[in-house]
């Protein structure tokens, strides 16, 4: 009984932790940005969401595309105001530029923080939620929103491994990710290539953002915390690796989830930072980085 | 050398001018600091309440001619922000006193700052027990702050008072389980739990005590529901959307019943899209509640002033705007150390009861005395969108009433 409840519940938050890493380590993989305003931009996703059903009366699957639509529209002016500005100007060398980019991002991150707290105070909000109700699971008593988060996250992640390993796009994308510069050279406007990288990351973290206002509700406070969390994850999977993000977001899941049921709730995050921890010394590229 | 000695006489002598306390010429006015978490729902509440008394008290002509100035700060629930409002509000905007925060963590970073300082500091919503008990323990030095709201340890015994009426009486329930944020203000709390359940016939089958950061709270309660307990008893203010909402989506079938600090916000029921529905809170007040007299008219010009509900710290800093304003009165003059005496002797009928103040020998000294005739506190439960008030009886404006997914008395 407590298995299968372990099973189930650590399934749907693994889920959603891996769909909100995918993004993160793609714009890493593809265009070598560690995007530090990741966590704003969810919570941003799942606070428009809020307020679309909330103040506009929306209903629950038009609320959920307002948020995403949110969260597309802040992720490309990450890249069209800040990260791109920075990689095009000639005023900061170009071994200095990632560092800029990373700071960028992070101020970037607390600016849409506190503009949300400051729009829409710092408590917690949750979205609507599209299914509601329970059913019964190997005798737990599940939500369906539960389920229906986990396998959403898993269209988004299937569908995302289709466009990247099956269409033209994809493909140059994965090219991109391995030489940019040969890329260029069959005549592939790069940075088409990076705004379209963009605009799928808006996309996944727009959905991951919603999904987890739904599960489990956000306050602006959770912006850093689901940066770090992310991090965390791509670290321990190897940094631009998708399949070792989606194994570590498993990991760090479920040692989450068996550290609350097992040992107590109050130390659930414990053990998955000092697992990132012995990574870190043993094997500093991650499960399957590959630098 | 000469020249430098000059020098150090001079900033000296400039140094000690600064820390003397003003002295106000009759007509100056009353300056008080207003320190608050101004993102948070409860704290939003803070300034605005405090100016709206303010307000009042200056159309009437003000305190014998004075008028009273607020400066409002913003610690963003940060008790090193705090601390560096209360140093430039007394050093460089000197106010006569401070009302400050419903967070215990920052009150506590502030009281030894009320102490050296000594300047009158008093807090709105802060719960914890060591507010009070660091008073009795150096009474002298930390005469100058006041728990303008309940301690945790009087809020317990309020809760215990009510979930007698309520639960046992009214459900015949006999278990509980205690689910507690871990915090300043839950430990006393929890430890009041403990000793006054099983008073009123109510067993403790466990104390579950969480991270304020957890966003997950399925294993919590998935945990609590193996025990089967017939009452959940809440200590939580940190959170309380996020569980609120997945005790709904998971259908926990035991009722929610204590202090979720959150449910008192009139912004509840749309934070958590409804969830919160069934929700049995305690609170100070609540809409359309006649405490005293002075509640809804305090209540009305809040709404019309700001557009919504003032927060439970809203009722008791408006009421301390007045409090001090009388205590300067009395007290004739700025001296801080008479402010004290003169707060020490406030009897004041404000927004949410009588308000006196323990005295020195009490082990809880300047805090909030309890009980009838002086404060009560309510029993709410959010009802299809509505703060309905349930407890004391002659309060009441409805009856209880549970969501369906509760089975109160079938857990057994």
Not at chain 2, 157 to 184: F, G, H, I, N, P
Not at chain 2, 272 to 297: I, R
Request: net charge neutral.
């Amino acid at each position: 009984m407590l298995g299968w409840q372990i099973l189930i519940d650590g399934f749907a938050i693994s889920s959603l932790y891996a769909l909100g890493a995918t993004g993160f380590t793609l714009i890493f993989g593809v265009t070598g940005v560690l995007n530090l305003s990741h966590g704003g931009l969810m919570v941003a996703a799942a606070v428009g969401a809020w307020a679309a059903g909330s103040y506009w009366g929306f209903g629950a699957l038009a609320s959920a595309a307002v948020g995403v639509g949110a969260c597309l529209i802040l992720a490309l002016a990450t890249y069209g105001l800040i990260v791109r500005r920075l990689q095009l100007t000639t005023k900061i060398r170009e071994e200095e530029k990632e560092i800029f980019i990373l700071t960028a991002t992070l101020l970037w991150g607390i600016m849409i923080q506190e503009a949300i707290a400051y729009l829409f105070t710092n408590n917690a909000k949750t979205v609507l939620p599209i299914v509601e109700g329970v059913v019964e699971l190997a005798g737990v008593r599940t939500p369906k929103n539960e389920l229906f988060t986990a396998l959403i996250c898993w269209i988004a992640i299937a569908g995302l491994w289709l466009a990247v390993n099956r269409s033209r796009v994809g493909k140059i994308l994965l090219a991109a990710s391995m030489n940019p510069r040969g890329v260029t050279l069959l005549g592939v406007e790069l940075s088409r290539v990076y705004l379209a990288v963009w605009v799928i990351y808006g996309a996944l973290a727009g959905v991951a953002g919603v999904l987890l206002g739904m599960f489990l509700g956000v306050s602006s406070y959770s912006a850093g915390p689901l940066t770090a969390s992310a991090f965390s994850i791509v670290v321990l999977g190897g940094l631009g690796s998708v399949s070792g993000s989606l194994i570590a977001a498993y990991v760090v899941g479920y040692l989450e989830t068996l550290t609350a049921y097992l040992i107590s709730p109050a130390y659930r995050e414990i053990p998955a930072l000092l697992l990132l921890v012995i990574v870190m010394y043993v094997r500093p590229r991650g499960l399957l980085g590959r630098r | 050398m000469n020249h430098s000695l000059r020098g150090a006489g001079f900033g000296a002598a400039l140094a000690v001018s600064a820390l003397a306390t003003p002295v106000l010429a009759d007509d100056a006015p009353i300056k008080i600091g207003v320190i608050a978490e101004n993102q948070a729902v409860a704290g939003s509440s803070i300034p605005q309440a405090a100016q709206l008394a303010a307000d009042e008290i200056n159309a009437k002509g003000g305190i014998g001619g004075r008028k009273i100035q607020l400066v409002s700060y913003d610690d963003h629930s940060s008790s090193a922000e705090a601390v560096r409002a209360f140093q430039r509000a007394v050093n460089e905007d000197h106010v006569n006193a401070v009302i400050a925060s419903y967070a215990s963590e920052v009150v506590l970073a502030l009281e030894p700052w009320a102490a050296r300082l000594k300047t009158v500091m008093i807090t709105p919503g802060a719960a914890s027990d060591v507010i009070t008990e660091n008073i009795a323990k150096n009474y002298e030095a930390n005469k100058y702050t006041f728990h303008g709201y309940l301690t945790s340890g009087s809020l317990a015994r309020l809760v215990c008072a009510s979930a007698k009426d309520m639960m046992v009486d009214a459900y015949k329930m006999k278990t509980a389980v205690v689910m507690s944020e871990d915090a300043a203000w839950t430990k006393p709390l929890d430890a009041g739990y403990l000793k006054c359940l099983p008073e009123i016939g109510l067993k403790v089958l466990d104390e579950v005590r969480f991270s304020p950061n957890t966003t997950d709270f399925t294993p919590i309660f998935n945990k609590i529901e193996g025990l089967k307990p017939d009452v959940i008893i809440t200590g939580i203010s940190h959170v309380g959307v996020q569980p609120t909402v997945q005790w709904k989506s998971q259908q926990v079938p035991i009722p929610m019943f204590g202090i979720s600090s959150q449910a008192t916000n009139s912004t509840f029921w749309k934070d958590t899209n409804g969830a919160a529905d069934g929700v049995l809170f305690q609170a100070v007040s609540g809409p359309g509640v006649a405490v005293t007299p002075k509640t809804l008219p305090f209540v009305d010009a809040f709404q019309k002033k700001f557009g919504n509900a003032p927060s439970y710290a809203g009722y008791t800093a408006y009421d301390e705007v007045y409090m001090i304003a009388e205590a300067v009165k009395r007290a004739g003059s700025m001296d801080e150390a008479k402010l004290v005496t003169a707060m020490e002797a406030t009897d004041y009928v404000g927004t949410i009861g009588r308000i006196e103040f323990l005295p020195k020998s009490d082990p809880h000294v300047h805090g909030l005395r309890i009980g009838k005739g002086y404060i009560t506190g309510l029993f709410l439960q959010w009802q299809d969108g509505k703060q309905v008030n349930l407890w004391p009886a002659d309060l009441a404006n409805g009856k209880i009433k549970f969501p369906a997914f509760v089975k109160v008395g079938s857990a057994k």
